[in-house]
């Protein structure tokens, strides 16, 4: 069983900066591709970032985090990582790591993609 815990939320000030880590339980960590989603209150749940297995192929960000937010991936820890710079007020979710055990990074915006998800950590920006 493949389990996710996210960690590193919390309150910031807008134009502040946060690190959000992801722990991941299981053998086959980088052979998955990663990801991060955020629903914010009412809304949809909302493509951040995903990183493919291989180091060869960039990652992917939504169009509202590009340029301000990176991901990143530690195999050896197996812990995957999303550094947020530039906060703003509608950054403001919670955000969920994920997992999809096809490692290409293939559609890997859509949320259907993923079979394994965290518990999600709070992040607040504050204006």
């Known amino acids: 069983q493949v389990q996710l815990v996210e960690s590193g939320g919390g309150l910031v000030q807008a134009g502040g900066s946060l690190r959000l880590s992801c722990a991941v339980s299981?053998?086959?960590?980088?052979?998955?591709?990663m990801g991060w989603f955020r629903q914010a209150p009412g809304k949809e749940r909302e493509f951040v970032a995903a990183i493919p297995w291989s180091s060869t192929v960039r990652p992917y960000y939504g169009d509202s985090v590009k340029g301000r937010f990176t991901i990143s991936r530690d195999n050896a820890k197996k812990t995957v990582y999303l550094q947020m710079n530039s906060l703003k007020p509608e950054d403001t979710a919670v955000y969920y790591c994920?997992?999809?055990?096809?490692?290409?990074?293939?559609?890997?915006?859509?949320?259907?993609?993923?079979?394994?998800w965290g518990q999600g950590t709070q992040v607040t920006v504050s204006s």
């Open positions: 994920a997992a999809d055990r096809d490692g290409s990074g293939y559609l890997s915006y859509e949320v259907y993609r993923y079979d394994f």
């Open positions: 299981g053998r086959t960590f980088s052979s998955y591709t």
